[in-house]
């Protein structure tokens, strides 16, 4: 089976729900952005603070080169990964890519809950949310190979349902 890489906006529950799947599937679970703060020794909110984006981006892609390179892997991936197009192709290569999506209020009400996202720190309402939406719908889009709502459901049934696709997915592939 290929590398389940989950992209999708913050808030979209990319972390918790691709802790469930990993176990359920025995793979191992990778978080892009704890990766980078082991690597870098800093948190996220410290390198945007203290370098700034391009240098978090930097940091990004090795980490996911890195990854693209593992197997049997469940990637949790930063919101913003797909804005680096060559990391993308090179996960690609062995990964099945699940856009998690849910409502911008959702979206909010989620974020609201910690004060570990830098790109919000500015203003964590709507606006802002629907503007970096809308500035990366399409990128999410496109690299989709499947894509589940997680608004209204929670944790384990959105684990549920992606492991469903993605068994389906690798027995049709595989006849
Ligand atoms: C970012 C999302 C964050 C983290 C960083 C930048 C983004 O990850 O990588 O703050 O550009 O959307 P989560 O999606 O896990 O919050």
Request: glycine content about 6%.
């Amino acid at each position: 089976m290929p590398n389940i890489v989950l992209i999708g906006f913050m808030g979209t529950g990319k972390s918790a729900i691709g802790r469930v799947i990993a176990r359920a599937l025995n793979f191992k679970f990778v978080d892009s952005d704890q990766m980078i703060e082991e690597v870098t020794g800093l948190t996220v909110n410290q390198i945007f603070r203290k370098h700034g984006e391009i240098r978090f981006r930097s940091e990004e892609d090795l980490v996911l080169a890195k990854l693209a390179k593992g197997d049997h892997l469940v990637i949790a991936t930063g919101g913003g990964a797909i804005l680096n197009h060559k990391s993308m192709e090179a996960l690609k290569k062995n990964g099945y890519f699940v856009l998690l999506t849910a409502d911008p209020e959702v979206i909010l009400e989620r974020v609201s809950r910690k004060n570990t996202r830098p790109l919000l720190a500015k203003g964590r309402n709507l606006e802002n949310v629907n503007n970096l939406l809308a500035e990366r719908e399409e990128s999410y889009h496109y690299y989709a190979d499947a894509t589940i709502d997680t608004s209204r459901q929670d944790i384990e049934d959105s684990a549920r349902q992606i492991i469903r696709i993605v068994k389906e997915k690798w027995s049709y592939e595989k006849s």
